[in-house]
């Protein structure tokens, strides 16, 4: 069974920074796309940013220049670095990625249950 735990959210001022940690577990073969979302409330969840085994990254424009993705494959666990934070970063934010296990050797989206990030003074 897979697992994906994300941590390090928490309250933050206005410009800083926070780095959320998101480590896969079980019964993995390989590892595709990893990716973060994001869920204010009231809101849809909404993609922050992926990256795919080889490292190529995307950003969704609220992020770019500030948010980094990267990812340790030998540790099955992937980054979000969050730098100037903003309010409007607040939000729910959701690990997900495409694994391959020894049960079942196509790719299926898993997604672990979340990390809240506040930005406030």
């Known amino acids: 069974q897979v697992q994906l735990v994300e941590s390090g959210g928490g309250l933050v001022q206005p410009g800083g920074s926070l780095r959320l940690s998101c480590a896969a577990s079980g019964s993995i073969v390989s590892i595709n796309v990893v990716g973060w979302y994001r869920q204010a409330p009231g809101k849809q969840r909404d993609l922050v940013a992926l990256?795919?085994?080889?490292?190529?990254?995307n950003y969704a424009d609220s992020v770019k220049g500030r948010f980094t993705i990267s990812r340790d494959n030998p540790k099955k666990t992937a980054y979000l670095q969050m730098n100037s934070l903003k309010p409007e970063d607040t939000a729910v934010y959701y690990c997900?990625?495409?694994?391959?296990?020894?049960?079942?050797?196509?790719?299926?989206?898993?997604w672990g249950k979340g990390t809240l990030v506040t930005v406030s003074s």
């Open positions: 990256i795919t085994r080889g490292g190529s990254t």
């Open positions: 997900y990625a495409q694994i391959s296990t020894v049960d079942r050797l196509g790719y299926m989206t898993y």
